[in-house]
């Protein structure tokens, strides 16, 4: 039997094979047509780490530097290498893909990062607050087309699978994740997900298409493929207009156990935006609650530290929860705005309350214990030409011990020059 993880592992540790794929982009006939390169390098420094409150979120620490090459060749063929020196002299290829498009289909490989969610910023199952991990990829959808006489056929749809690689020193080392995302929008502004990921193989682990077939549809609960770790839920978001004003509320639901082939122990998102045409004070405003805790169920099997935890996988990445940032047994309170000042300056405002650790659990991944505090936070965007510098005040009034973000003032700078 082939050991799919080894073939995956041997694949992506050679980093070489993304600078081929780029350098094969750049090299295809002349023949073709084809977009010019796109360079970018960029610079972040950080007076020191803090927790993440701001939308944009950097995975690569205190101090990074990089360069980032993108050839797009006639629409169907996009190859990016990005190269990431990061603060413990290591590097980094992430953002490194290459992707083949045809028609409604795109497959690819690389380390993309993914936020499966209808909200802007996070989501429960898998957001951008961890590093990215290799997979290879497919995805599928169809927009609306309104001359569609069946009535199916108007409405748009998109359905994306992946299996990647993860890196975690805990429980199972070198374990594989499959995750699919299917999106439909059966009446116009109404949106609904359906998502899952089952982490599956890794080091002496069942590597093999039968454990990759129970990943993807299996009932893990049973049998030999027990071991397997899923999380499954749904989410939704409707747009309407509240005099004229566009108004949009969202939720995601996602359960980290399973019962009768159905998710449970579920954890929670809901939020809302507005967005303002006359930009007087803001330009959007919005308000988030996230809860992870999970109560103890009927069954038994649900309770205190359930969310992202399993018996034998660690639901993480690079140390990272592979969810939202306040990890298992937190909740948060997120208001945010956005003002945009003219076409050259924005500003981002956020205000957040959490709870971490609610559980006083000592292996939790942010804190030995349980903290609650508040963090805000003020970030600046400007867009001078081919400049793109962003400054970032960040305050919390409290430290997570574990992870190391410490109580006080953080200042935050990233400046990108695209050439």
Not at 49 to 68: K, M, T, V
Not at 228 to 248: C, D, T, W, Y
Not at 375 to 389: F, G, H, R, T
Request: with cysteine; charged share 20%; aromatic share 12%.
């Amino acid at each position: 039997m082939i050991l799919i993880n080894k073939q995956i592992k041997s694949f992506f540790n050679k980093k070489i094979l993304y600078i081929l794929s780029f350098a094969i982009a750049c090299t295809t006939s002349t023949s073709v047509k084809s977009n010019p390169l796109d360079y970018k390098i960029w610079v972040a420094a950080e007076s020191h780490e803090s927790f993440p409150n701001a939308n944009y979120i950097s995975n690569y620490g205190i101090r990074s530097a990089g360069f980032q090459a993108k050839k797009d060749i006639n629409k169907n063929i996009s190859s990016q290498i990005a190269i990431n020196i990061l603060s413990n002299n290591k590097i980094a290829i992430d953002e490194s893909f290459l992707e083949v498009k045809n028609g409604n289909a795109l497959f690819g490989f690389g380390k993309i990062n993914r936020n499966w969610s209808f909200s802007p910023n996070t989501s429960l199952i898998l957001s951008k607050n961890a590093r990215p991990a290799e997979s290879i990829y497919f995805a599928l959808g169809k927009k609306n087309k309104p001359s569609d006489q069946l009535i199916l056929r108007k409405i748009p749809w998109s359905f994306e699978i992946f299996n990647s690689s993860l890196s975690t020193s805990q429980k199972i080392k070198n374990p594989m994740m499959l995750g699919m995302r299917a999106v439909i929008e059966p009446v116009h502004n109404l949106k609904f997900e359906f998502i899952k990921t089952s982490q599956w193989g890794g080091d002496q682990q069942n590597n093999n298409s039968s454990s990759l077939f129970a990943a993807l549809l299996g009932n893990t609960n049973d049998s030999k493929h027990s071991d397997i770790n899923q999380l499954a839920g749904f989410g939704l978001s409707f747009l309407s207009k509240v005099e004229k004003i566009p108004l949009r509320f969202y939720a995601q639901f996602v359960g980290e156990d399973e019962a009768g082939s159905l998710p449970s122990c579920y954890m929670s998102l809901v939020g809302s935006e507005m967005e303002f045409q006359e930009k007087k004070l803001f330009s959007k405003i919005g308000l988030e609650f996230i809860d992870t805790r999970i109560d103890t169920s009927s069954h038994g099997y649900c309770g205190p530290n359930t969310a992202y935890n399993n018996g034998k996988y660690s639901y993480d990445n690079h140390g990272r929860v592979l969810g939202d940032k306040i990890d298992t047994e937190g909740k948060s309170i997120n208001l945010w705005a956005t003002v945009k000042i003219s076409e050259i300056t924005s500003i981002n405002y956020s205000i957040m309350n959490v709870t971490i650790n609610d559980a006083n659990w000592n292996n939790h991944r942010l804190s030995s214990s349980k903290t609650d505090g508040w963090l805000a936070n003020i970030e600046a965007l400007w867009k001078i030409n081919d400049i793109n510098i962003r400054g970032n005040i960040n305050y919390q009034n409290f430290s997570l011990d574990t992870a190391g973000f410490k109580e006080g003032i953080s200042l935050k700078i990233n400046t990108e020059y695209i050439f």
